[in-house]
């Protein structure tokens, strides 16, 4: 089981003249097993969403709740909330040179099932999971997403996946910056932990391309930090034919 | 064969005095000198004053088949190639120490063991002049580690005379007590087409100050440079570098990382770079990064190149202090690994590459280990656990 209810969320950033509102009360339920995407134009707020949900301190919640299974997510450290379940894939993914891929994998692993892998299985699991993301075993060795191409950084994020395997993944516009292969190879990765028993998905983008891969149950359109119109899979094709045009507020 | 000429002439350089063994060259310093504006000299404990003492450091060394160990007198070192002192502390410790330490690698010979050489001191009360004069034959391939542990007010002048075409690494770990002083200066003159890897790791000591000088017998050599401290509350962790290019197609490369944490925590890193004018077609990089760990800790980091011709091949420095990445650390954590961990994690490989660079087996794992025991640790951590994780294995 897993729902992850986020309820009324309010979040601002500091900034030189203040705090700045990003998040104006975002309200929205990914019930067990569901797909949901979150579609808005640039600046609209979704990434500091799937950061307020993993816990960046850059943030600060102003209000509202975020509940993963009834168990309340903000008040959880970075690293408890990952070990609750729930898992970003970032828009950016950092690097930490000096740190092996392997080594982190295994570290990352073994504090998320609070023991450490079993060694045999465990490199078998890692190689695959790096190959079917047509990653070579090479990588295991280099510094984490340091030297990294866009797609294969992208890449990286969703080997993670499948290997720390969450209940609840957030993806942050994880479809930018590939090209049309990567993206297929990333939207089966994500189609495959999909498959697994009642896992939960926030796919956070820009673009509707990646929705042809992966399928959502349902589609929200997000403007000036909040949900502006809720929907089905149908909404992502009127979104591709008129754009986010209609949920702008009338300038000029 | 030798091209230079005998007797290069010297660059007079503030920052680099011309060697001298006169004691009048090397004033006691007030504090205000460039070179020694950094340096807290109250906590010397009086060492320059250069008082005379017979006290020793404790000796026990592994010597692979074919290396000797003897004992010279300072003139006998003098004549035998040592490296004349630049400033106060080597020169009293020429003077004083009372003969020198010798270690012949002859030429050729190809050790596949290391020397090690452990020197301890009983107390701070202890004030111990060292002179230590190696000579490395040519063509002969040897790795050469000195470890430092337990207290004294330590003073020594170290030489290296490396041979022509001779490979050598020479490691100098300061895993002193919490209270020990320790001024030390190794001086290294490469010969043509030789290779040196000289690398300090110091992290213990209240005050520790070394010199790794590095000058050339000839076009071809090349030198690397490495470092690797960790300063803790209160302690004074200083590192000054001279790559002196007084011949042709030489290379010297520096690169020294810190950490610094706790309340007084000081490095100084000073790497010093001299472009000969008939030093054509050399290469240097200098670097140095410096990783703070919490606050009231003070990172100095100071590169200074001098460069006299035009026709090198590359000439480059870079120097940079930074706290822990807030990014780095967040990604670690949104992956379920505690605060604790992810710092260990991004330190550990702050300092992962240096640590293989160093390139002896034997002392990398230790190191590891004891860049984590040290960030682990608290005030109260017991000091000398490098040595101890040491003897265990080698
Ligand atoms: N420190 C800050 N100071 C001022 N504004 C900020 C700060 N941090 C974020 N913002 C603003 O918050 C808004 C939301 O940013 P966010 O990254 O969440 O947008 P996004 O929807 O993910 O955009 P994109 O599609 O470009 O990824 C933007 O207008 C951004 O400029
Ligand atoms: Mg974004």
């Known amino acids: ?252 | 064969m030798t091209v230079t000429a005998a007797a290069p002439a010297r660059v007079e350089s503030h920052l680099n005095p011309p060697p001298s063994y006169d004691l009048a060259d090397h004033p006691a310093p007030t504090g205000r000198e460039e070179v020694w504006r950094f340096t807290p000299l109250k906590r010397l404990r009086g060492l320059l004053d250069g008082e005379p003492s017979d006290a020793c450091l404790e000796w026990d060394t592994t010597l692979p088949e074919g290396v000797t160990l003897s004992t010279v007198t300072a003139e006998e070192a003098r004549a035998l190639g040592e490296l004349g002192p630049n400033e106060r502390p080597a020169a009293l410790a020429a003077s004083l120490s009372g003969g020198a330490a010798l270690l012949d690698v002859p030429a050729e010979l190809e050790c596949d063991e290391p020397v090690v050489i452990r020197l301890s001191g009983n107390t701070v009360e202890d004030l111990v002049w060292g002179q230590l004069l190696y000579r490395i034959g040519a063509h002969a391939k040897v790795t050469i580690v000195l470890v430092h542990t337990g207290a004294a007010r330590y003073c020594a002048i170290s030489t290296f005379v490396v041979g022509d075409g001779a490979q050598v690494d020479i490691v100098s770990v300061q895993d002193w007590d919490d209270d020990a002083v320790h001024l030390g200066r190794d001086a290294i003159r490469v010969g043509r087409d030789a290779r040196v890897k000289h690398t300090s790791v110091s992290f213990g000591g209240d005050l520790v100050r070394l010199h790794a000088n590095v000058e050339y017998d000839g076009p071809g050599g090349e030198a690397e440079l490495l470092g690797l401290y960790f300063a803790d509350a209160g302690q004074h962790l200083e590192h000054r570098l001279f790559a002196d290019h007084n011949a042709p197609r030489t290379s010297s490369n520096v690169n020294y990382k810190g950490a610094l944490q706790g309340q007084g925590a000081h490095t100084v890193w000073i790497g010093n770079v001299l472009i000969r004018k008939e030093a054509e077609g050399i290469e240097t990089y200098e670097e140095n990064r410096n990783l703070v760990l919490t606050d009231g800790c003070q990172a100095d980091s100071v590169p200074n190149l001098e460069i006299e011709t035009g026709e090198i091949e590359g000439a480059g420095h870079a120097s940079a202090t930074a706290r822990f990445d807030d990014e780095q650390l967040f990604y670690l954590q949104s992956r379920g690994v505690s605060v604790e961990e992810a710092r260990r994690l991004v330190l550990h490989g702050f300092f992962a590459d240096l640590i293989r660079k160093i390139g002896v087996p034997f002392l990398e794992e230790q190191l590891t280990e004891t860049v984590e025991k040290e960030l682990a640790k608290n005030m109260l951590a017991a000091p000398g656990e490098f040595a101890s994780a040491l003897e265990g294995s080698a």
Do not use: C
């Open chain 1, 1 to 252: 089981m897993s729902t992850l209810e986020i309820t009324d969320l309010a979040v601002s950033v500091s900034t030189e003249d203040g705090p700045k509102q990003i998040l104006k009360g975002v309200t929205l339920t990914i019930d067990d097993g569901q797909t949901h995407a979150i579609m808005g134009p640039n600046g609209s707020g979704k990434s500091t969403l799937a950061y307020s949900i993993a816990g960046h301190p850059k943030y600060e919640i102003t209000g509202g709740s975020v509940t993963l299974d009834g168990e309340d997510v903000l008040a959880m450290s970075v690293d408890e909330r990952a070990r609750a379940g729930l898992f970003l894939a970032m828009q950016y993914p950092v690097e930490v040179p000096g740190v092996s891929v392997a080594n982190f994998l295994r570290t990352a692993k073994t504090a998320i099932d609070g023991e450490a892998p079993k060694l045999r299985t465990w490199v078998k699991d890692v190689n695959g999971a790096l190959d079917r993301l047509n990653l070579d075993s090479t990588f295991s060795q280099r510094s984490v997403n340091e030297g990294f191409s866009g797609g294969e950084k992208k890449r990286h994020e969703i080997a993670q996946l499948e290997l720390l395997d969450p209940k609840v993944a957030i993806l942050d516009e994880t479809d930018s910056g590939l090209d049309i292969d990567a993206l297929k190879i990333v939207s089966e990765g994500v189609n495959r932990f999909r498959e697994r028993e009642g896992k939960g998905v926030l796919l956070i983008t820009h673009y509707t391309r990646i929705l042809r891969y992966i399928t959502p149950d349902v589609v929200h359109v997000f403007v000036d930090g909040k949900v502006a119109e809720s929907g089905g899979p149908e909404l992502a094709d009127k979104l591709e034919a008129e754009g986010y045009e209609s949920y702008l507020p009338v300038a000029r």
